[in-house]
């Protein structure tokens, strides 16, 4: 055993830097004061809203419209600063939500300042200050350390190496790592942007960024379109100049500038401009919407991830309960009550400088029941002491020519031989009650090359029997989950037994409805990778299990490894420092308000009130998101296919184009820009579906190629009908109108309530436009004729009969998708 000082914290060898020293410090500089946000800056936010390649393209079209065009055909110029001041202002608003919650949830750090302890926030620590550092806690600044009591610091974020070290006076501590048990005082040799602190969390992000399928699927299709959005321009403007006699002819008599405006009609046509950004815009209301629940989203896209989850493993303590326990009864090995050497070990384990909740619910306990007699306090202070780590499951204390030692039974028991009281704690703990095991042995503890080991000789003294409280809203919260298909699973360094009856009185339950089943991690490899020779069997047992119990931070974290291996996209929840690898792996990290501040800083959303019930609304968010997304992703990509084809055709036909900007204006206003901002914020509680971009594209291409077909079959019809030109145009404009709007019938079905008043809307505004002079005449249109009301009603039912059968035909397109066939 480790001698150490027979205080039960690191003993003050300096008063701390004074006030002045503090502010002398502060003038210079020397703070560690770091800024840190949540998600982009402002500046950010607008430059990545303006500066796209879309917008670029969109920007040049309308500097070439206002210089050799008419200004009525830049009308397309108002729409691209509406969108992008709207994407911008959502995202901004957004941002300064998340970034308030971010300061309400900022960590402090606890220092020594003109002899006293104080509590200041992490960035004003300063140079040379005396920190504590305390288990469970991030080290808020490179430091020597000047005293310890049983330190032991994990550096896994830095190294890679799980095993804890146990830096001692005179090693160096490095920001951000974590201390797992023991307490230290530690003198900051470098702070702010010296110190690591400060880029661990984002180091941590970056380790395994969100992986959000809507944007993947998104930005995949465009750059597609961007690939071919200008070559199809420079053969459209190059057919337009040879409709108008060829180069030399339209440049001289000057109908370069009409195949010019031609040519940037289609490229408006083409264009998506709103798709990425009515995106963003989800992601950012998404997130507001989540911060006024007290829900910190660290990243905007991890509202999409929980609505594909399909595996949730949950940590008990502080997630499934509240953390909080209650000492219930000492019982000595052999029934009776518990002598007063016992009783004093006891107070002596509890009674660290840093103790876990098991330790303060045993001091609580013994103080609350009056077994220490009227002065608790006259209980002696030990001699030696072990805190208590969560690798080896046990603390120790030394008095008297007595080691006592307090951890999980099947551990201290077993060394002591004594298997009848192991099943008797068992019993115990199968009822949901949280055991804890006392043994005594006249021996030392020993201590290996990286750790301390149990003494020999032990002999059991008593077992301790505490009670953990469930959260109120863990059942109805967990009945949500098991109603959605999905599946959850306990994973605790707990007796699995004692997990096992906690997750039942939760309401935790198998898929089947058959009874849970518990699982000793012990029992397993301890480190499994997921491509290794273990992983199959670990798989199969993952696979069957709904309780896991005694299971060390390195298991969790290949736990969730080996589910994601099998194709499972997994949800980790917990709240303490053996939870942050895990977290750190799974698809989504959820941490608890009330965590270590390790396991929030790697978490992408942190329940800042510790609510478990907040978990339903993340996914009702992350559902509307998607669902919403791939509604308005069919809008916009469906007019990118008919605009190309309409651009095809009349460039390898040299005909002239149908349309001039401002038509194309009012054509997506009205079936897409409008509607698609609705779309996108509305409600909707659909469940997740596989396979985003292959449902928007069965949809959006046939639709597309059906709209832009008849598109050019009422221009071909009117033209040969020797309809004027202001009548082919409207024609053309009104068949695209329907054939758009219908398409919109699809992606807002059911058509109910607001829907179909959003539709009728859009259909009314769209017959207004040939009915009122004065908008008729601005977007050059004409009130059809007899002869081109009918040509609009036919082609316009053909292109509503063939987008309706795309629609009925898309379920058996889409299965032979997902078989291969």
């Not at 009550?337 to 002596?348: G, K, Y």
Request: glycine fraction near 8%; aromatic fraction near 4%; include cysteine.
């Amino acid at each position: 055993m480790t001698q150490t000082r027979t205080t039960c914290a690191p003993a003050p060898t300096t008063t701390g830097l004074t006030g002045a020293e503090v502010a002398e410090r502060v003038r210079r500089g020397q703070t560690n004061a770091y800024r840190d946000r949540t998600s982009r800056s402002a500046a950010e936010i607008l430059r990545a809203n303006v500066f796209t390649i879309f917008n670029a393209i969109l920007g040049t079209a309308l500097v070439l419209i206002l210089l050799f065009g008419s200004w009525k055909d830049a009308l397309f110029g108002f729409v691209l600063l509406l969108n992008t001041a709207t994407g911008t202002i959502a995202e901004v608003r957004a941002k300064r939500a998340l970034d308030r919650l971010s300061v309400l949830d900022a960590p402090s750090a606890h220092v020594l300042r003109d002899g006293a302890e104080q509590d200041v926030d992490v960035a004003d620590v300063v140079l040379d200050d005396v920190m504590r550092l305390r288990s469970g806690e991030q080290v808020p600044a490179d430091g020597v350390v000047l005293d310890s009591d049983n330190l032991e610091v994990d550096e896994s974020i830095l190294t890679g190496e799980s095993a804890s070290v146990r830096p001692g006076a005179g090693d160096r501590v490095m920001s951000g790592t974590t201390v797992t048990a023991g307490t230290a005082l530690v003198r900051a040799t470098a702070v702010g942007a010296d110190a690591y602190a400060h880029r661990l969390a984002r180091e941590a992000r970056r380790y395994s960024v969100v992986t959000s399928e809507l944007q993947e699927g998104t930005n995949r299709v465009l750059r597609w379109i961007s690939w071919v959005i200008v070559p199809v321009a420079l053969l459209l403007v190059w057919s337009q100049l040879r409709q108008n006699g060829g180069v030399a002819a339209a440049w001289s008599s000057g109908q370069w500038r009409v195949a010019l405006v031609a040519g940037i009609a289609g490229v408006i046509g083409m264009v998506p401009q709103g798709l990425v950004l009515l995106t963003s815009v989800n992601f950012a209301t998404a997130s507001l919407a989540l911060a006024r629940r007290n829900v910190l989203v660290q990243e905007l896209p991890a509202v999409e991830v929980l609505a594909r989850v399909d595996t949730l493993c949950s940590d008990k303590t502080g997630t499934i309960t509240t953390g909080a326990i209650r000492l219930e009864e000492v019982v000595t090995t052999a029934g009776g009550p518990p002598q007063r050497a016992v009783l004093e070990a006891l107070a002596q384990l509890s009674g660290g400088s840093d103790p876990n909740a098991t330790a303060v619910a045993i001091a609580r306990g013994l103080a609350r029941e009056g077994y220490l007699g009227s002065d608790p306090a006259r209980v002696r202070t030990p001699e030696e002491s072990v805190p208590f780590s969560s690798r080896r499951k046990w603390s120790a204390v030394r008095d008297a020519g007595v080691t006592w030692v307090l951890g999980a039974p099947e551990i201290i028991l077993a060394a002591a031989g004594a298997d009848a009281i192991v099943e008797q704690a068992r019993a115990r703990a199968a009822d949901g009650a949280r055991v804890v095991a006392l043994a005594r042995s006249g021996e030392p503890c020993g201590y290996d090359a990286d750790d301390h080991r149990l003494p020999g000789g032990l002999e059991p003294a008593a077992l301790v029997v505490l009670a953990e409280e469930i959260r109120s809203d863990a059942a109805q919260t967990l009945d949500y989950f098991r109603r959605q298909g999905v599946e959850v699973k306990v994973i605790s360094g707990d007796n699995p037994d004692t997990v096992a009856a906690v997750a039942r009185r939760a309401g935790v339950r198998r898929p089947d409805g058959g009874e849970l089943v518990a699982v000793d991690a012990r029992t397993l490899p301890q480190d499994p990778t997921p491509d290794g020779p273990e992983a199959e069997r670990v798989a199969d047992v993952l696979e069957g299990a709904s309780v896991l119990g005694r299971v060390t931070p390195e298991q969790k974290r290949a736990f969730v490894r080996i589910l994601q291996a099998r194709g499972r996209v997994v949800a980790m929840t917990g709240d303490g420092v053996n939870d942050a690898l895990a977290l750190k792996d799974a698809d989504l990290g959820i941490a608890m308000g009330n965590g270590a501040p390790a396991t929030k800083a790697v978490a992408r959303l942190v329940l800042l009130k510790g609510e478990f019930s907040a978990l339903p609304g993340v996914v009702a968010q992350g559902r509307r998101v998607m669902a919403n997304t791939e509604r308005i992703a069919s809008l916009f990509l469906a007019k990118t296919v008919y605009a190309s084809l309409i651009a095809v055709v009349v460039s390898l036909t040299a005909i002239a184009y149908p349309f001039l900007p401002r038509q194309l204006t009012i054509v997506s206003s009205l079936t897409i820009g409008i509607p698609a901002f609705i779309l996108a914020l509305a409600p909707n509680s659909r469940r997740y579906r596989a396979g985003f971009l292959g449902r928007v594209l069965t949809l959006a291409v046939p639709a597309g190629l059906v709209a832009g077909c008849a598109t050019l079959a009422a221009r071909t019809w009117l033209v040969a009908i020797d309809a004027a030109e202001a009548q082919v145009t409207t024609g053309a404009t009104l068949v695209l109108i329907s054939a758009g709007l219908w398409l919109l019938t699809l992606t807002a079905r059911p058509l109910l309530g607001w829907r179909l008043g959003l539709v009728v809307t859009m259909a009314g505004i769209a017959v207004l436009g040939v009915l009122v002079p004065a908008v008729r005449d601005f977007f050059l249109l004409a009130w059809p004729t007899a002869d081109t009301w009918w040509v609009i009603l036919v082609v316009s039912a053909a292109a509503v009969a063939g987008i309706e059968a795309v629609y009925l035909l898309r379920p058996r397109l889409l299965a032979r998708l997902e078989t291969g066939r």
